[in-house]
């Protein structure tokens, strides 16, 4: 019986985690590849108009 709330409880709870560390995931990607293209980019004037 045990076993079975168990089971029952990580099966609710997967999905929300699942998506919780992809956002995460997602957020130090993006800071990650910002940087980056600063890095790259530097002394452009087209940086003036990012945001």
Not at 1 to 28: D, E, F, K, Q, R
Request: glycine letters at 8%; hydrophobic letters at 60%.
């Amino acid at each position: 019986m045990a076993g079975g709330i168990i089971i029952a409880v990580v099966l609710l709870l997967a999905p929300i985690i699942i998506v919780a560390s992809m956002s995460v995931v997602a957020a130090i990607l993006g800071a990650l590849l910002n940087n980056d293209a600063k890095q790259r980019h530097e002394g452009s004037e087209l940086l003036d108009s990012n945001y």
